[in-house]
Each structure stands twice: as structure tokens, then as C-alpha cells.
């Protein structure tokens, strides 16, 4: 048997969900689907905690294609841990954008942490672009990167086939 669907969401810890959203919503121009609180049951139950007590938030990534859920446990009491791209099981996501140097310019004021600047892609595959890393609030790390022209992220970027 193989799974045989889409991903539906992808989903991080953080410290402080109030604190998340509004990253998320201002800086990188996600919309919150939904918010709120769960405890015990299924969710304890699924996470493996047996009295798990969060609050999570679904938000829609800016072209509404993919969903981030994002958790901030009450109970247990979380962890903090420091995340770097090294480092394995350590993600990050990526968000097209068609104007990189644009974006930088309108968040690079906003107390983010970056890991680089702007970055223009000069091999491979993704030759032509251009990208760069931050970090959330939490230190997740995310990707902001500009599509080479012909690229197969270009045409998605742009509603081409």
C-alpha cells in the first residue's frame, strides 16, 4: 500500500503562538484559517503526551496552496533548542516570491534574524534565482527565494504549466 495523497500541512513548535502568528501573517503574508485550544484526547494522544494542553493556529501559506499549523504547548512544558540548517531532522520553509531584493528591502528593518542576505543562484538547477534564509521568532528557519526564469518553481510562481 502507498500513500497516495497530497501533503496537507506542515506544522512547528513555538514559544509564544500570538507571537508566531504575527510573524507569520506580517513578515512572510500568511492568513489565518483558524486558532485554538486543545487539551487531552486525540491531540494528547496523537503528539504522545498523555495530557497534552496547546494551542495551535492553522494559517494558509500567501497563494493559499499549503497550510502551517503551528502548536505551543501549555503541557508538557516545551523545550527550546537550537535549530541550524546543519543539523539533522532540521527543516525549513520555502516561499516563492517574484522580487527578492523587494521583500529583503521591506523586512530587513524588522529585528529578523538572517542567516544571509540576498543570495544569486549561479549553478545547478535553480541557476538564475536567487534566495536567502531567516529564522522566526522561535530560530525556525525559512527560505524566501526568487525562481530563475524557465525554472519549474518559476512557473509555479507565475500559473504557468
Given at each position: 500500500m502507498a500513500i497516495r495523497g497530497?501533503?496537507?500541512?506542515?506544522?512547528?513548535?513555538v514559544s509564544n503562538l500570538a507571537r508566531s502568528v504575527d510573524f507569520y501573517v506580517r513578515i512572510l503574508g500568511c492568513k489565518?484559517?483558524?486558532?485554538?485550544?486543545?487539551?487531552?484526547?486525540?491531540?494528547?494522544?496523537?503528539?504522545g503526551y498523555p495530557n497534552a494542553s496547546l494551542k495551535m493556529a492553522h494559517l494558509s501559506d500567501p497563494a493559499g496552496h499549503h497550510v502551517i499549523e503551528l502548536f505551543e504547548y501549555?503541557?508538557?512544558?516545551?523545550?527550546?533548542?537550537?535549530?541550524?540548517?546543519?543539523?539533522?531532522?532540521?527543516?525549513?520553509?520555502?516561499f516563492l516570491?517574484?522580487?527578492?531584493?523587494?521583500?529583503?528591502?521591506?523586512?530587513?528593518?524588522?529585528?529578523?534574524?538572517?542567516?544571509?542576505?540576498?543570495?544569486?543562484?549561479?549553478?545547478?538547477?535553480?541557476?538564475?534565482?536567487?534566495?536567502?534564509?531567516?529564522k522566526d521568532p522561535d530560530g525556525i528557519i525559512m527560505e524566501i527565494f526568487q525562481p530563475g526564469p524557465g525554472t519549474e518553481?518559476?512557473?509555479?510562481?507565475?500559473?504557468?504549466?
Open positions: 497530497a501533503v496537507q500541512h506542515t506544522g512547528f513548535t489565518v484559517i483558524m486558532t485554538q485550544e486543545k487539551t487531552g484526547g486525540y491531540i494528547a494522544a496523537i503528539v501549555l503541557v508538557p512544558e516545551m523545550v527550546k533548542t537550537n535549530l541550524e540548517p546543519r543539523l539533522i531532522g532540521n527543516a525549513h520553509l520555502c516570491v517574484s522580487d527578492l531584493n523587494a521583500i529583503y528591502d521591506a523586512i530587513k528593518d524588522e529585528g529578523i534574524t538572517f542567516i544571509s542576505g540576498p543570495v544569486d543562484v549561479d549553478t545547478g538547477a535553480n541557476a538564475g534565482g536567487a534566495g536567502l534564509y531567516l518553481a518559476y512557473k509555479l510562481l507565475h500559473g504557468e504549466k
